[in-house]
């Protein structure tokens, strides 16, 4: 314990990120990321490639899954007590009698693009242009399916107008459109840029700012992806929760100050996903403007997620928004936490 | 088998008799054309066996019907095979049918039926074709004693006076000098021939009292003698090997 | 004193499986009324029919059990005629069954079912896929059982058919398929359930529609009674196509014994 204050202060006097190994036993504590290292979720792997959950105390063991789904399944459950979904799934979850609930947003503008074969930008003008179409999303009944939807529904077409596939988020996504399998696909960086850099994608449309959002969903914010607990987790174990958060936190402060560059090279090849270093950078400076300061939530992104959902599902949820997220978290990190 | 030397006459009614597993089985599928032999020649009528001899008909021990077919597709499939087709085909098939007494079966399917009606169904399937050469492979030793009896008078029924071949391989000594002109005795494995007896009973034979005739008792003791010989030394045999 | 055997009473197993069916029922939607059981792992049955009433009125349960029962039944004929045709072919020619055999034998102990996303990605995500996923798992089935009921079958036939005249083919139409249908049919009856994985599995990494879509689009939703209401219906569709192949069975094999 002691060890491990004084590793910390080390690394903070310095102001170099090292990997520290606090002395004395460590709490084990297994996280469920919804994905193979998008960046969606980039704070979970910064402050586990960074040390920020050793500096905590924590050794925090992260599995990644196919989608956000599973890890909002694997929270819900039980076999997780935090995980990285979007909020999509708490709303999901609440509707099931399952409260959980998001301890810090990573994100408040989707962060995906949609992507058509660079042949084909020309041929969509307009939205309306895709009507029975094929497009990718990530997973069916994901966050990004709700968003396909509802962007199709502000385009003035119907749920049948487009056919939704699940093609993945990596690999799978890049060939089911090099493939000709889909005629578009939302991506997610770092796969999003990649295709385009490679020149096998263009971007028809990003939802990386707020303008574009507005544009295309007619919100000014959206809530999307972070971390997540359940509400009993929150009761039980407040100081545990609040080391998890204040490691995310580190971890968004890292990034707001440091280039795409250096945060690469910071980064172990196996958590840029296997991503080459200056792809990878390309790909942050990409989904740059999405992420929030300090994983910061507002009642009004999280309504606009209410809403989508709403017309997602058929019904407007039942749930109380401000049970869906909380700030206490993140806003003491915000003051007490340094890079 | 070694240095068999067989030379059948047509139109009787021979029978190959001797120990099991001498090679009884193996001279009516080489005579049929089934298996080939893989020193000496095969003839039919002069002329070497190349393939399934022509005009042969076979009945096995075992069930050979097809159980898939009724009584009367059973009886027509050799016609079908050989292009006969047609009212004729089916004239005829009933005909046989008539003939071994199952009038009346025709839409039953085997299982339907006792083991002495298959075999029955079996001579129906075999005669209707008309073949010149019927090959018998202890046709009736499945069957009981009385439906054993029965089986042997209708075979005579029908062979009689039709001039067709009949090679009848048995184990049992009684029914060969009841059925046939001619017994040949084969030895124990490799079978060689050991004798030849000419059967003189009188025809038409009387299935039922012809072992009452002193002749044929007569014949038997001169044919056991040398049979049981090849029994013995079959037996001793297996014991050696076993 | 000799004990009959008596036959089994028909209607007192059947009443016995529905007694049984209710009690399991009503024993479970009572825990999950009493709260012993958590509904968001088990749905209840109330809540199951419900969700496919539901889904009935929004007409999704005819459009996706057509594709389903669509892409099953496409695998289980393509995959069934394949797994036949070679299984005839393999069986009757020896020199061909001793180079190709082994070489099914391998390939079948490969788990197909990990080889579905390699399916979706070199067909897409339309029929294809699904109806191919189906084949690759209907067709080893069915021709090892028809291999082995040629191999199996009563040599004194064969002989019986050659003496009177029949040639190869002859040999094969009259004794070698028929007495392979046994076999046969009873493979077609346990390919119904593996030809329903494949195309449920294939809808499950990649469709727009069908039950494998329906299924897990409601997993995704954490809606455990979509993911139950999937498996029902499912389960109904596997007994109506196979009392629909056991119907067709007792007609083709009339020739068979009956058993009690």
């Known amino acids: 314990m002691i060890g491990g204050i004084a590793a910390a202060g080390a690394s903070t006097v310095f102001g170099v990120p090292t990997i520290v190994i606090a002395a004395g036993p460590k709490e084990k504590v297994p996280v469920v990321v919804g994905s193979e290292h998008a960046l969606v979720y980039l704070p979970w792997d910064v402050a586990k490639a960074l040390g920020y959950f050793d500096a905590e105390g924590l050794d925090v063991e992260i599995t990644y899954t196919k989608g956000g789904s599973e890890a909002a399944t694997a929270l819900a459950s039980g076999t997780c007590d935090y995980s990285g979904n979007a909020i999509d799934h708490a709303i999901a979850a609440a509707e099931r009698g399952k409260s959980l609930v998001m301890i810090a947003d990573f994100m408040n503008q989707p962060g995906i693009a949609l992507l058509v074969r660079p042949g084909d930008r020309d041929r969509y003008k307009t939205f309306t242009d895709f009507k029975g179409k094929t497009i990718g999303v990530t997973s069916i009944g994901s966050a990004t399916h709700v968003l396909a939807l509802w962007i199709a529904h502000r385009a003035g077409m119907g749920k049948d107008d487009i056919k939704i596939v699940g093609v993945g988020g990596g690999s799978t996504m890049i060939s089911a459109l090099t493939g000709n399998q889909v005629d578009a696909t939302y991506g997610n960086d770092p796969y999003a840029t990649t295709l385009i850099k490679t020149g096998r994608g263009v971007q028809w449309m990003g939802l990386y700012t707020s303008a574009e959002t507005r544009r295309a969903l007619g919100f000014r914010e959206y809530c999307f992806t972070g971390a997540l607990t359940r509400a009993e987790v929150i009761q039980k174990n407040p100081e545990r929760t609040q080391k998890i958060v204040n490691a995310l936190v580190r971890a968004h402060k890292y990034m707001a100050t440091h280039s795409s560059a250096q945060i690469a090279a910071a980064l172990s090849d196996e958590f840029r996903g296997g991503t080459p270093q200056d792809n990878w950078a390309a790909s942050y400076s990409h989904s740059r403007p999405a992420y929030t300061q300090h994983g910061e939530m507002s009642i009004e992104a999280v309504r606009a997620v209410m809403e989508t959902n709403g017309y997602f599902l058929g019904a407007a949820p039942k749930v109380d928004p401000a049970k869906l997220f909380d700030n206490t978290f993140v806003d003491k990190a915000a003051r007490t936490v340094k890079v | 088998m070694r240095d068999v030397e067989l030379d059948i006459e047509p139109q009787r009614f021979v029978a190959l008799v001797g120990p099991s597993g001498c090679g009884k089985s193996t001279t009516l599928s080489l005579i049929a054309g089934l298996d080939a032999p893989t020193a000496g020649t095969v003839s039919v009528r002069g002329r070497p066996v190349d393939g399934i001899t022509d005009s042969a008909g076979f009945l096995f021990q075992r069930d050979a019907l097809l159980p898939w077919k009724s009584v009367r597709d059973n009886v027509l499939l050799p016609l079908q095979l050989r292009g006969v087709r047609g009212s004729e085909a089916n004239a005829r098939a009933a005909e046989w049918i008539g003939r071994v007494g199952l009038r009346g079966f025709e839409a039953s399917y085997p299982h339907q039926l006792s083991g002495g009606m298959r075999k029955r169904v079996s001579l129906a399937q075999t005669l209707v074709y008309d073949p010149q050469i019927l090959l018998m492979d202890e046709p009736f030793s499945a069957l009981d004693v009385q439906t054993r009896n029965l089986m042997e008078a209708e075979l005579l029924g029908l062979w009689q006076g039709s001039g067709k071949t009949v090679i009848f391989v048995t184990h049992d000594l009684e029914e060969a000098i009841a059925l046939a002109d001619e017994v040949v005795v084969m030895t124990a494995g490799p079978a060689r021939v050991k004798a030849r007896y000419d059967v003189t009973l009188a025809r038409p034979r009387d299935i039922e009292n012809v072992r009452l005739d002193p002749r044929f008792t007569e014949l038997y003791s001169k044919m056991w003698n040398d049979l049981r010989d090849e029994v013995l030394e079959s037996y001793a045999r297996a014991n050696a090997a076993g | ?260």
């Open chain 3, 1 to 260: 004193m000799r004990e009959r055997t008596r036959p089994v009473n028909r209607w007192l197993v059947t009443a016995t499986q529905v007694a049984l069916a209710v009690a399991f029922l009503a024993g479970w939607e009572l825990g999950v009324r009493a709260g012993k059981i958590d509904s968001f792992f088990f749905s209840s049955p109330s809540q199951i029919g419900a969700t496919i009433g539901n889904w009935w009125h929004q007409g999704y349960i005819v459009k996706d059990v057509l594709i389903t029962m669509w892409e099953t039944v496409l695998g289980l004929i393509i995959g069934g005629i394949v797994g036949i045709v070679l299984g005839i072919v393999l069986a009757s020619n020896r020199f061909l069954g001793a180079v190709f055999e082994p070489l099914l034998v391998l390939l079948n102990s490969i788990p197909r079912v990990t080889l579905v996303p390699l399916f979706i990605l070199w067909f897409g995500f339309s029929l294809l896929s699904k109806v191919v996923s189906a084949v690759v798992l209907v067709l080893f089935v069915v021709f090892f059982a028809t291999y082995a009921g040629i191999k199996d079958v009563d040599p004194t036939l064969v002989a019986n058919v050659r003496v009177m005249g029949a040639k190869r083919m002859d040999v094969v139409r009259h004794v070698l398929v028929p007495s392979a249908l046994t076999w046969i049919f009873a493979s077609l009856r346990s390919a119904v359930g593996f030809a329903l994985i494949g195309a449920v599995v294939a809808e499950y990494f990649g469709a727009s529609a069908g039950v494998g879509y329906r299924i897990q689009y409601s997993e995704a939703q954490l809606n455990t009674s979509g993911v139950f209401g999937g498996l029902a219906i499912l389960m109904v569709l596997v007994t109506f196509v196979d009392t629909f192949i056991r119907w067709v069975q007792r007609r083709v094999l009339v020739w068979k014994p009956v058993e009690l």
